[in-house]
């Protein structure tokens, strides 16, 4: 048990709560100093942080693109020390989604209004009361169908090359990199 008195199936909602509101407080009692996320690959640089300030930094780039972002849970099983996780990513994509490798712009996707509804599973690694890490199986191929991108819609397909071109897509990855970083940050200035 943690401060908060939550055991590993609380911990599982508790962090998956934090990436639908950007929760600093909640992210400070769920998830360890040590954290690490181990599919911050594709994620803005602050998203491969230790600790909390990952989460927080996870948040700000999912929410970016995806509007009314929700996270409910299906289904949870595990022990003290890890805990399998069956959710569904569902929201609408009215921002860039912007995806990196290697701390650079990969692909950004322009908003499409498109819903999702994916279902993911996630394995979260627990001690001492804490998440201290994450791995998923997503189905991203899934959500970049629902968005358009693969297979390729032409209209889709079009939109990201014009966004490649004209720089938008540099500037969606420049802007959402900042508000990772800020996310991230406004959690240390608070306990400075």
């Given at each position: 048990?943690?401060?908060?008195?939550?055991?590993?199936?609380?911990?599982?909602?508790?962090?998956?709560?934090?990436?639908?509101?950007?929760?600093p407080a909640l992210a400070v009692d769920v998830v360890g100093e040590d954290f690490h996320n181990r599919e911050a690959v594709v994620s803005p640089p602050a998203c491969s942080l230790p600790g909390?300030?990952?989460?927080?930094?996870?948040?700000?780039?999912?929410?970016?693109?995806?509007?009314?972002?929700r996270l409910p849970v299906i289904g949870?099983?595990?022990n003290d020390d890890q805990v399998w996780v069956r959710l569904r990513m569902q929201g609408r994509h009215t921002g860039p989604f912007v995806r990196f490798r290697d701390g650079a712009?990969?692909?950004?996707?322009?908003?499409?209004?498109?819903?999702?509804?994916?279902?993911?599973?996630?394995?979260?690694?627990?001690?001492?009361?804490k998440v201290v890490g994450h791995e998923a199986v997503r189905d991203d191929l899934t959500m970049l169908g629902r968005l358009g991108v693969f297979p390729p819609a032409p209209a889709t397909a079009l939109s990201m090359l014009a966004w490649r071109v004209t720089g938008r897509?540099?500037?969606?990855?420049?802007?959402?990199?900042?508000?990772?970083?800020?996310?991230?940050?406004?959690?240390?200035?608070?306990?400075?």
């Amino acid at each position: 048990m943690n401060a908060m008195g939550t055991d590993a199936t609380e911990l599982a909602h508790g962090l998956f709560r934090i990436l639908e509101t950007g929760d600093p407080a909640l992210a400070v009692d769920v998830v360890g100093e040590d954290f690490h996320n181990r599919e911050a690959v594709v994620s803005p640089p602050a998203c491969s942080l230790p600790g909390p300030t990952a989460v927080l930094a996870s948040s700000a780039w999912l929410r970016f693109a995806f509007t009314d972002l929700r996270l409910p849970v299906i289904g949870v099983v595990g022990n003290d020390d890890q805990v399998w996780v069956r959710l569904r990513m569902q929201g609408r994509h009215t921002g860039p989604f912007v995806r990196f490798r290697d701390g650079a712009l990969d692909q950004a996707i322009p908003p499409t209004g498109r819903e999702i509804d994916i279902e993911q599973i996630h394995v979260l690694d627990i001690r001492d009361g804490k998440v201290v890490g994450h791995e998923a199986v997503r189905d991203d191929l899934t959500m970049l169908g629902r968005l358009g991108v693969f297979p390729p819609a032409p209209a889709t397909a079009l939109s990201m090359l014009a966004w490649r071109v004209t720089g938008r897509a540099a500037r969606a990855a420049a802007h959402v990199t900042a508000e990772a970083a800020e996310a991230a940050a406004l959690l240390r200035d608070n306990r400075s």
